[in-house]
Protein backbone atom coordinates (compact mmCIF):
# COMPACT_ATOMS: atom_id res chain seq x y z
CA UNK A 1 0.00 0.00 0.00
CA UNK A 2 0.70 3.55 -0.37
CA UNK A 3 3.53 4.96 2.60
CA UNK A 4 3.80 8.49 3.52
CA UNK A 5 4.85 10.86 1.04
CA UNK A 6 6.31 14.32 1.32
CA UNK A 7 6.98 16.90 -1.45
CA UNK A 8 8.84 18.31 -2.63
CA UNK A 9 12.16 15.85 -2.00
CA UNK A 10 14.82 18.50 -2.05
CA UNK A 11 14.24 22.23 -2.15
CA UNK A 12 16.86 25.23 -2.17
CA UNK A 13 15.88 28.74 -1.07
CA UNK A 14 17.68 31.88 -0.73
CA UNK A 15 18.00 33.27 2.78
CA UNK A 16 14.70 34.78 3.69
CA UNK A 17 12.84 33.20 1.48
CA UNK A 18 9.31 31.00 2.52
CA UNK A 19 8.81 27.22 2.15
CA UNK A 20 6.20 25.09 2.03
CA UNK A 21 6.84 21.17 2.56
CA UNK A 22 3.62 18.78 2.21
CA UNK A 23 3.20 15.67 3.56
CA UNK A 24 0.94 13.40 2.51
CA UNK A 25 0.66 10.09 5.79
CA UNK A 26 -0.71 6.50 5.16
CA UNK A 27 -4.65 6.94 4.69
CA UNK A 28 -6.43 6.37 8.01
CA UNK A 29 -3.41 7.46 10.19
CA UNK A 30 -4.89 10.25 13.00
CA UNK A 31 -1.43 10.85 14.34
CA UNK A 32 1.01 13.12 12.04
CA UNK A 33 4.28 14.37 13.64
CA UNK A 34 7.02 16.67 12.45
CA UNK A 35 10.66 16.36 12.85
CA UNK A 36 13.58 17.76 11.89
CA UNK A 37 17.11 15.80 11.70
CA UNK A 38 20.02 17.64 10.94
CA UNK A 39 22.95 16.15 9.14
CA UNK A 40 24.60 13.61 11.45
CA UNK A 41 22.19 13.94 14.22
CA UNK A 42 18.94 12.27 15.19
CA UNK A 43 15.38 13.55 14.21
CA UNK A 44 14.11 16.23 16.55
CA UNK A 45 10.32 16.47 17.09
CA UNK A 46 8.50 19.61 16.01
CA UNK A 47 4.96 19.15 16.14
CA UNK A 48 2.29 16.86 16.52
CA UNK A 49 -1.59 16.49 14.98
CA UNK A 50 -3.63 14.14 16.04
CA UNK A 51 -6.86 14.52 12.62
CA UNK A 52 -6.67 18.37 12.62
CA UNK A 53 -5.84 19.46 16.13
CA UNK A 54 -1.88 20.55 16.77
CA UNK A 55 -2.06 19.36 20.33
CA UNK A 56 1.82 19.97 20.74
CA UNK A 57 4.10 22.51 19.03
CA UNK A 58 6.53 22.88 21.71
CA UNK A 59 9.75 21.58 18.89
CA UNK A 60 8.96 24.58 16.59
CA UNK A 61 12.71 26.09 16.76
CA UNK A 62 11.07 29.92 15.88
CA UNK A 63 8.05 31.61 15.04
CA UNK A 64 8.78 31.46 11.84
CA UNK A 65 7.72 27.51 11.63
CA UNK A 66 3.95 27.23 11.20
CA UNK A 67 2.14 23.72 10.64
CA UNK A 68 -1.25 22.67 9.50
CA UNK A 69 -3.45 19.90 8.87
CA UNK A 70 -6.85 21.35 8.15
CA UNK A 71 -8.58 18.56 7.30
CA UNK A 72 -7.03 15.95 8.95
CA UNK A 73 -5.27 14.45 6.35
CA UNK A 74 -2.40 16.78 4.71
CA UNK A 75 -0.23 18.69 6.29
CA UNK A 76 2.00 21.59 5.47
CA UNK A 77 4.69 22.64 7.26
CA UNK A 78 6.06 26.43 6.40
CA UNK A 79 8.88 28.37 7.80
CA UNK A 80 9.00 31.88 6.93
CA UNK A 81 11.95 33.84 5.93
CA UNK A 82 14.50 31.05 5.98
CA UNK A 83 17.83 31.15 7.71
CA UNK A 84 21.17 29.29 7.09
CA UNK A 85 20.23 27.23 10.77
CA UNK A 86 17.15 26.00 9.06
CA UNK A 87 19.01 23.61 6.49
CA UNK A 88 17.82 20.11 7.24
CA UNK A 89 15.97 17.08 6.39
CA UNK A 90 12.29 17.82 7.75
CA UNK A 91 10.83 14.33 8.25
CA UNK A 92 7.18 13.31 8.25
CA UNK A 93 5.55 10.58 10.22
CA UNK A 94 1.88 9.22 10.59
CA UNK A 95 0.66 6.27 12.83
CA UNK A 96 -2.44 4.80 14.32
CA UNK A 97 -3.47 6.43 17.24
CA UNK A 98 -2.23 4.62 20.35
CA UNK A 99 1.83 4.65 21.99
CA UNK A 100 2.39 1.79 20.73
CA UNK A 101 2.00 1.96 17.51
CA UNK A 102 5.05 2.85 15.08
CA UNK A 103 5.24 5.48 13.28
CA UNK A 104 6.03 5.33 9.64
CA UNK A 105 7.89 7.65 8.44
CA UNK A 106 8.15 9.82 4.57
CA UNK A 107 11.15 9.50 2.55
CA UNK A 108 11.94 13.41 4.43
CA UNK A 109 12.23 16.76 2.38
CA UNK A 110 16.35 18.32 2.33
CA UNK A 111 16.27 21.99 2.65
CA UNK A 112 19.28 23.52 1.51
CA UNK A 113 19.22 27.42 2.48
CA UNK A 114 21.65 29.47 0.48
CA UNK B 1 20.83 15.74 30.32
CA UNK B 2 20.22 13.68 27.25
CA UNK B 3 17.39 11.04 27.22
CA UNK B 4 18.52 8.56 25.03
CA UNK B 5 22.34 8.15 24.74
CA UNK B 6 23.90 6.04 21.99
CA UNK B 7 27.51 6.01 23.05
CA UNK B 8 28.70 3.81 19.57
CA UNK B 9 29.28 6.15 16.76
CA UNK B 10 30.17 3.30 14.48
CA UNK B 11 29.97 -0.38 14.54
CA UNK B 12 31.61 -3.43 12.45
CA UNK B 13 30.70 -6.88 12.26
CA UNK B 14 31.07 -9.82 9.97
CA UNK B 15 28.65 -10.73 8.05
CA UNK B 16 26.57 -13.62 9.91
CA UNK B 17 27.70 -12.37 12.84
CA UNK B 18 25.43 -10.94 15.84
CA UNK B 19 26.06 -7.90 16.78
CA UNK B 20 24.81 -5.35 20.03
CA UNK B 21 24.16 -1.88 19.23
CA UNK B 22 23.48 -0.18 22.79
CA UNK B 23 20.93 2.76 23.99
CA UNK B 24 20.82 3.84 27.59
CA UNK B 25 17.70 6.38 28.35
CA UNK B 26 16.69 8.49 30.99
CA UNK B 27 13.55 9.16 32.19
CA UNK B 28 11.23 9.58 35.22
CA UNK B 29 8.20 8.59 34.25
CA UNK B 30 6.68 5.31 35.29
CA UNK B 31 5.82 4.20 31.70
CA UNK B 32 7.21 5.00 28.40
CA UNK B 33 8.43 2.82 25.13
CA UNK B 34 11.43 2.14 23.41
CA UNK B 35 11.68 1.98 19.62
CA UNK B 36 14.72 1.14 17.39
CA UNK B 37 14.50 2.44 13.70
CA UNK B 38 17.17 2.11 10.47
CA UNK B 39 17.84 4.50 8.84
CA UNK B 40 19.48 3.34 5.02
CA UNK B 41 21.61 5.56 2.96
CA UNK B 42 18.77 6.57 1.15
CA UNK B 43 16.73 8.28 4.15
CA UNK B 44 13.42 6.88 5.63
CA UNK B 45 13.33 5.63 8.80
CA UNK B 46 12.26 2.05 8.80
CA UNK B 47 10.97 0.58 12.32
CA UNK B 48 12.46 -2.45 13.95
CA UNK B 49 11.32 -3.38 17.27
CA UNK B 50 8.87 -1.74 19.98
CA UNK B 51 9.68 -2.46 23.96
CA UNK B 52 7.13 -0.91 25.92
CA UNK B 53 8.06 -0.14 30.25
CA UNK B 54 5.58 -3.01 31.22
CA UNK B 55 6.22 -5.38 28.83
CA UNK B 56 7.23 -8.65 30.83
CA UNK B 57 9.34 -10.45 28.16
CA UNK B 58 11.84 -8.61 25.66
CA UNK B 59 10.95 -8.40 22.07
CA UNK B 60 12.12 -9.93 19.16
CA UNK B 61 10.83 -9.34 15.74
CA UNK B 62 12.49 -11.98 13.50
CA UNK B 63 16.50 -11.36 13.47
CA UNK B 64 15.94 -8.48 15.88
CA UNK B 65 15.50 -8.78 19.40
CA UNK B 66 15.49 -6.35 22.48
CA UNK B 67 17.66 -6.37 25.44
CA UNK B 68 15.68 -4.42 28.35
CA UNK B 69 17.14 -4.02 30.78
CA UNK B 70 14.76 -1.67 32.88
CA UNK B 71 16.78 -1.05 36.28
CA UNK B 72 19.82 -0.11 34.12
CA UNK B 73 17.35 1.98 31.72
CA UNK B 74 19.43 0.51 29.02
CA UNK B 75 17.44 -1.20 25.90
CA UNK B 76 20.25 -2.54 23.24
CA UNK B 77 19.40 -3.89 20.06
CA UNK B 78 20.82 -7.01 18.96
CA UNK B 79 21.20 -8.25 15.47
CA UNK B 80 21.58 -11.83 14.71
CA UNK B 81 23.12 -13.13 11.47
CA UNK B 82 24.06 -9.76 9.96
CA UNK B 83 23.97 -9.29 6.22
CA UNK B 84 24.95 -6.84 3.87
CA UNK B 85 21.78 -5.15 3.85
CA UNK B 86 22.04 -4.41 7.12
CA UNK B 87 24.83 -1.82 6.84
CA UNK B 88 22.57 1.48 7.82
CA UNK B 89 22.15 4.16 10.78
CA UNK B 90 20.51 2.55 13.43
CA UNK B 91 18.39 4.91 16.18
CA UNK B 92 16.79 4.15 19.50
CA UNK B 93 14.18 6.36 20.31
CA UNK B 94 11.48 7.02 23.32
CA UNK B 95 8.19 7.71 23.92
CA UNK B 96 7.39 8.91 27.32
CA UNK B 97 3.98 8.27 28.63
CA UNK B 98 1.46 5.16 28.78
CA UNK B 99 0.22 3.04 26.28
CA UNK B 100 -2.88 4.17 26.19
CA UNK B 101 -4.74 7.12 27.53
CA UNK B 102 -2.27 9.63 26.13
CA UNK B 103 -2.19 12.45 24.28
CA UNK B 104 1.17 12.71 22.40
CA UNK B 105 3.52 10.43 21.09
CA UNK B 106 5.87 11.94 20.21
CA UNK B 107 9.26 10.57 19.73
CA UNK B 108 12.93 11.85 21.06
CA UNK B 109 15.94 10.00 19.56
CA UNK B 110 19.56 9.31 20.01
CA UNK B 111 22.05 10.21 17.98
CA UNK B 112 22.59 6.95 15.85
CA UNK B 113 25.01 4.55 15.38
CA UNK B 114 26.36 3.62 11.96
CA UNK B 115 26.53 -0.19 11.31
CA UNK B 116 28.82 -1.67 8.60
CA UNK B 117 28.54 -4.98 7.67
CA UNK B 118 31.51 -6.33 6.21
CA UNK B 119 31.39 -9.43 3.80
Known amino acids: GAGVSQSPRYKVAKRGQDVALRCDPI?????LFWYQQALGQGPEFLTY????????KSGLPSDRFFAERPEGSVSTLKIQRTQQEDSAVYLC????????????FGPGTRLTVT | AQKITQTQPGMFVQEKEAVTLDCTYD???????LFWYKQPSSGEMIFLIY??????QNATEGRYSLNFQKARKSANLVISASQLGDSAMYFC????????????????FGKGTLLTVNP
Open chain 2, 51 to 56: QGSYDQ
Open chain 1, 27 to 31: SGHVS
Open chain 2, 93 to 108: AMREGPDSGGSNYKLT
Open chain 2, 27 to 33: TSDPSYG
Open chain 1, 93 to 104: ASSLLGARYEQY
Open chain 1, 49 to 56: FQNEAQLD
